[in-house]
């Protein structure tokens, strides 16, 4: 039997919440030790238990993976309609693409990395969008390696180059199903 076979997708709930703030914690840019490697990927969001709870509340798509209620991993995703939930994004998408979903956020545990949830993850949320325009925005400075490597094994390509209002330089990327 193979690892990912011991794992479940499912929707998160409120109960999930305390593993995926930690987790993000610990994939945090700023809690990274200077000169850690960063190859394996890397949140800047800083989102702490109330935005989880929101997502909770109003994403269409937050799914967990877990091993016998132990956290492997997490993705957040939601489409235009619920623009509310990352306003300053949305209206930088819209001139360019009408209709989409949105990856907010894709985590993985460490002890999981290479093993296959992150696909398993990326794969469940296209399952679950399987129609239209997917985006994923990816930090460039510094450039995460990992979401790149894992979203172009995907098919998504380069969009659209952006700031942040904090300062980081991302990119939108974009897979269109149909």
């Known amino acids: 039997m193979d690892a990912l076979s011991a794992l479940s997708i499912e929707q998160a709930t409120i109960d999930h919440l305390p593993s995926v703030v930690a987790l993000a914690r610990s994939w945090q840019l700023d809690n990274l030790p200077v000169g850690e490697d960063r190859s394996q990927g890397f949140f800047i969001a800083g989102w702490e238990l109330r935005e989880y709870q929101t997502f909770v509340e109003k994403a269409e798509y937050f799914s967990v993976v877990t091993e016998v209620m132990k956290l492997a991993g997490f993705a957040v995703a939601y489409s235009q309609r619920h623009a509310r939930l990352d306003p300053w994004l949305h209206r930088e998408l819209t001139p ?3 209709e989409y979903l949105l990856i907010e956020q894709m985590c993985v545990a460490p002890e999981w990395v290479g093993r296959g ?3 398993s993850l990326m794969r469940h949320m296209l399952n679950l969008h399987a129609n239209g325009a997917v985006i994923s925005e990816i930090t460039r400075e510094p450039l995460n390696e990992a979401s790149v490597n ?4 995907f098919g998504f390509t380069p969009l659209l180059e952006l700031t942040r209002p904090n300062g ?9 199903q149909s």
Do not use: D, S, Y
Request: charged content about 15%; hydrophobic content about 45%; aromatic content about 10%.
């Open 117 to 119: 949830v992150g696909t």
């Open 96 to 98: 360019h693409i009408a």
């Open 150 to 153: 894992l979203h172009k094994r």
């Open 168 to 176: 980081f330089p991302t990119t939108a990327w974009v897979l269109e």
